[in-house]
């Protein structure tokens, strides 16, 4: 099958990919050559060489160091030439900022210190995961992204919010009232979210020693999807609305007291042979693993058990939501009231005989489902278009980051508390 791309924006688009490594213009193509090949390969495409020679002629590289606000007159120079190249000026630029946490705010400080931002028609900025390494470094990318952008042309990226499990569990929520009549305490008993990985850091020591389990995925990928399952459905559609119901259920996660309850309730472990790994402290106290067992303070949770569970090095690769009943019948009930509406959501199991919901996008390794599993296009296209609902909201990452560095105090506290696992662990 030969991927479906829209060719007819070739002459219209420019990507600009930018990097400190020197290239020549021949060792990007053949590193472009290369992922374009593995991508068709894994989701079976064909490979189309005239094809990915017409997307060559629209897409660039600039090797220059952000940290630099004089790198940023080239690339502005850079961008001129390509305008007149073009014979005409973009009316639109995005700004794609993948970096180290520590190099938002100077890049987007050197960005409009160049004008790069003023010569700019319609201008966007989308900052990925991770959203700084606390409250105060968030705070400060915060500061500089307000200082330079209106909210509407900010998009804060957590890539869960465009997967597929996500956006069956709240349509099923969204349009079937009676389903979210059972969606309680008085029938649900236990909420646990896993997501693990078979792969250890690979190669990323600096940046992991820099943020750890808790800050790398439960900040951002487990929070959001904690707070899909559980907030309050808003009263209408309103993206404003949306992102408020998920900040107010992180706010509302219990924090632990002092330094023993976590010891009972918070396990972090850390993959054996990680000290080993290239760029790692050989003393290092960072988690690859971490357990937490909380509560939600709200009358809809009273009472109901939550388990959020992340690692590296672990047996598979799995994300899992599973969502435990006080009865079988609840889960028929709802399977039959599901059934109603659509057996379309192949990301959802209903396991009657052991009273869960479980929800993943692993179960189904088909072609088509490893397909739908692809998001940047999507991103791509609701970012062009303004389309800010799978974006996260400043509440909400100020929100996760208050919970996560109350934590991080407590773990100071106590460096000896950390346990080692076994390549290819369970659990």
């Not at 593995?38 to 017409?54: A, G, K, M, N, V």
């Not at 700084?132 to 307000?146: C, H, K, P, R, Y």
């Not at 896993?194 to 900040?219: C, F, H, K, P, T």
């Not at 179960?363 to 999507?378: A, G, Q």
Request: proline share 2%.
């Amino acid at each position: 099958m030969k991927m479906r791309i829209e060719e007819d924006l070739f002459p219209q688009l420019k990507i600009v990919c930018i990097s400190r490594r020197q290239l020549t213009e021949n060792d990007f193509t053949q590193y472009v050559r290369r992922i374009y090949n593995s991508f068709c390969e894994t989701y079976s495409y064909y490979i189309d060489e005239q094809w990915f020679l017409r997307f060559m002629g629209s897409i660039y590289y600039y090797a220059m160091d952000v940290t630099q606000e004089s790198d940023f007159k080239g690339l502005k120079e850079y961008l001129n030439r390509l305008d007149e190249m073009r014979n005409s000026s973009f009316n639109e630029r995005i700004f794609f900022l993948s970096l180290l946490p520590s190099l938002f705010s100077i890049s987007i400080r050197n960005l409009a210190a160049s004008t790069i931002l003023a010569d700019s028609g319609v201008r966007k900025i989308v900052v990925e995961k991770p959203f700084g390494t606390n409250l105060q470094t968030a705070l400060e990318i915060e500061t500089e992204l307000v200082k330079h952008f209106r909210e509407k042309e900010i998009f804060r990226l957590d890539h869960v919010l465009e997967k597929k499990f996500y956006k069956d569990l709240y349509h099923i929520r969204s349009v079937c009232p009676r389903f979210d009549c059972y969606w309680n305490s008085s029938f649900i008993n236990k909420i646990e979210i896993e997501w693990n990985e078979s792969i250890g850091i690979e190669g990323r020591g600096q940046y992991y020693e820099s943020v750890g389990a808790l800050r790398d995925m439960v900040q951002n990928h487990i929070l959001q999807t904690l707070s899909l399952v559980c907030m309050e459905l808003p009263a209408t559609g309103e993206l404003f609305m949306l992102r408020n119901e998920r900040a107010r259920l992180i706010g509302n996660l219990t924090k632990f007291e002092q330094e023993e309850e976590l010891g009972r309730k918070v396990i972090r472990g850390q993959y054996i042979g990680y000290r080993e790994e290239d760029n790692v402290n050989p003393n290092s106290v960072i988690e690859t693993f971490v357990r937490l067992e909380l509560t939600i303070r709200s009358l809809r949770w009273k009472g109901t058990d939550v388990v959020l569970k992340t690692g590296k090095r672990m047996e598979e690769k799995r994300t899992r939501i599973e969502i435990s009943f006080k009865s079988p019948q609840t889960v028929k009930t709802l399977r039959d009231l599901l059934s109603e509406f659509t057996n379309s959501y192949d990301s959802i199991i209903f396991d009657v005989m052991r009273a869960k919901i479980i929800v993943t996008d692993m179960h189904n390794n088909s072609v088509d489902s490893k397909r739908n599993s692809i998001s940047y296009d999507k991103l791509f296209q609701r970012i062009i278009s303004g389309d800010q609902s799978s974006f996260v909201s400043w509440e909400e990452i100020q929100a996760s980051w208050q919970f996560i560095d109350h934590i991080r105090r407590l773990w100071e506290q106590n460096t000896t508390g950390i346990c080692c696992y076994q390549l290819g662990s369970i659990n």
